[in-house]
């Protein structure tokens, strides 16, 4: 365990340095004015003419003379050095207050003054560390929310086929069982990158791909398969219409961005209405997009619903939601060397990407 030590404040360091500062000016001012005391009664009792009381009186005079200057020097002096000290000081006062401040989880931004020394240095050090430390706190509160909204469409998935094969609602196959083992798999691997995130060694923005030959076609009825059990339980029909393509991508990857948008449609839907999925190729390009009615999504709102952490304001209280998932299909699209959009009326949505064929 380490051990705790008292740290002074910057306060307590002037006291002290300036009491020493005044024992080394009166020490230093009083010795001299001895010197110079004792050099002048010399000459004068060494003048012709001078009497003896003429030299006492001239020694009383110029001793009071020589203790006045002494105080008036020494107290002169000491607040100066006071004030001069309590300035320099100044900026290590802010950077105890705002280490503080950073014990208790605030990220301070000290003011930077025009001079280039030690100090100033030390503060343009301690902004840059205050910065590093926010980016990794942020990083870290958004992966954890990440994989916790990436956890919960598998789980949900499982749970809901085994419901339904519990209740004899849905037959069990080799296909269903298929399904079932991938979603198992995406979950090993969600949980293998919770043990990485514990030692600070992953961040999803910085995940490589792992790129491979992929059907898109057999990639996106894959992904369908996956939402059966609640489309059928919800009574909404899915239509899919989609080219056959082989690209290089990261499947593991690029099923995420698949099952996040198929989620979306399905939570956000209304009326009922048929969720449509294309894919074709558009020039150089290979667009898929996911069309549904749902939820009204504010003009203002269309070119934000990608940001990380970005809550849609509706007209409904209860649409509302922090946009982790579609800021997932971004991050993944993007390092695809690809693109994301919408493009809505209000309450028609369509949500696409394009990933390049090369």
Request: proline share 3%.
């Amino acid at each position: 365990m380490l051990s705790k030590k008292h740290i002074p404040s910057s306060l307590t360091l002037i006291s002290r340095l300036t009491i020493g500062n005044i024992v080394i000016i009166s020490l230093m001012i009083g010795l001299s004015g001895f010197t110079v005391y004792q050099f002048a009664c010399q000459l004068v009792g060494n003048l012709n003419g001078v009497n003896q009381v003429q030299q006492q009186t001239f020694n009383e005079t110029f001793l009071y003379f020589v203790l006045a200057v002494l105080l008036i020097s020494v107290l002169s002096g000491s607040v100066f050095y006071y004030l001069l000290l309590k300035k320099v000081l100044s900026p290590i006062q802010q950077l105890a207050d705002s280490t503080e401040d950073l014990i208790k989880g605030d990220f301070p931004d000290i003011e930077m003054t025009h001079q280039e020394n030690e100090i100033n240095r030390l503060t343009r050090n301690f902004n840059a560390l205050s910065v590093k430390l926010k980016s990794i706190e942020e990083s870290r509160t958004r992966l954890v929310s990440e994989m916790a909204h990436e956890l919960r469409t598998p789980l949900s998935n499982i749970n809901g086929y085994l419901e339904g094969l519990k209740k004899g609602i849905i037959p069990g196959s080799p296909v269903l069982y298929d399904a079932l083992h991938k979603e198992a798999l995406r979950l090993i691997n969600m949980v293998n990158d919770l043990y990485k995130l514990s030692e600070w060694e992953i961040e999803i923005t910085d995940r490589k791909l792992k790129k491979e030959k992929v059907n898109m076609k057999e990639l996106i009825d894959r992904s369908i398969t996956l939402f059966r059990w609640d489309l059928l339980e919800k009574e909404i029909q899915i239509s899919v219409e989609v080219e056959e393509r082989d690209l290089q991508i990261d499947p593991y990857q690029m099923e995420s961005v698949l099952i996040n948008l198929v989620q979306n449609a399905i939570e956000h839907q209304e009326c009922r209405s048929p969720i449509k999925i294309k894919g074709y190729t558009k020039r150089k390009d290979y667009h898929i997009e996911v069309e549904t009615t749902g939820k009204t999504i504010l003009p203002e709102e269309k070119d934000k619903i990608f940001d990380r952490y970005h809550q849609t304001e509706s007209t409904e209280a209860s649409s509302e939601r922090k946009g982790i998932g579609l800021a997932i299909v971004k991050e993944v699209v993007e390092k695809h060397g690809g693109q994301v959009g919408l493009q809505t009326d209000g309450h028609r949505h369509s949500f696409w990407f394009d990933l390049p064929l090369e």
